[in-house]
């Protein structure tokens, strides 16, 4: 009797503190969770049948009001501060790399572009990328169309 409650408390309490480290240290749906989640469960599960029914409500009830308080204790304490975010980064990509070139010029892909790779535009090596069709490295391209900071080529018939 004393080795089965000593057996129903290790699982529970296993499986809780899994559960807890999930919320709080392994965000997602991960092993950890899932295995404290089964352990959980086999703890009530053997509770009910080592101990009997009204026992093992007791300890579903247990279970769930522990695991319940856990949670909200997770959420409710300042664990989760430690793990967001709170600067925003406003760095930009290429902000002071203004290209020289005009839609219509022509060059030829230095790598393949499927969809995007590099081409060489007067003697330069730009990023460029196509419209959805994949071009071999040495194909002559033309740029149809410049938006941003991307150069959108087609392949020359």
Not at 14 to 36: H, K, N, R, S, Y
Not at 57 to 81: E, K, M, Q
Not at 102 to 117: D, H, I, M, N
């Amino acid at each position: 009797m004393l080795l089965d409650w000593i057996t129903v408390i290790s699982l529970v309490g296993i499986g809780l503190l899994l559960i807890v480290v999930e919320l709080i240290f392994v965000p997602g749906t991960t092993i950890v969770g899932i295995l404290g989640f089964i352990l959980t469960a086999i703890g009530i599960w053997v509770g009910y049948a080592a101990l009997g029914t009204n026992t093992g409500h007791l300890i579903l009830a247990a279970t769930v009001l522990l695991g319940g308080l856990a949670f909200f204790y997770s959420f409710r304490s300042d664990s989760w501060a430690r793990f967001a975010l709170k600067e925003q980064n406003r760095g930009r990509v290429n902000e002071d790399y203004q290209h020289a070139l005009a839609v219509g010029e022509e060059g030829k892909t230095v790598s393949a572009l499927r969809p995007q790779g590099r081409a060489l535009f007067a003697n330069q090596h730009h990023e460029v990328q196509t419209e959805g069709e994949f071009l071999a490295p040495n194909t002559p391209i033309r740029i149809i169309r410049l938006s941003q900071h991307k150069i959108i080529v087609e392949a020359i018939s």
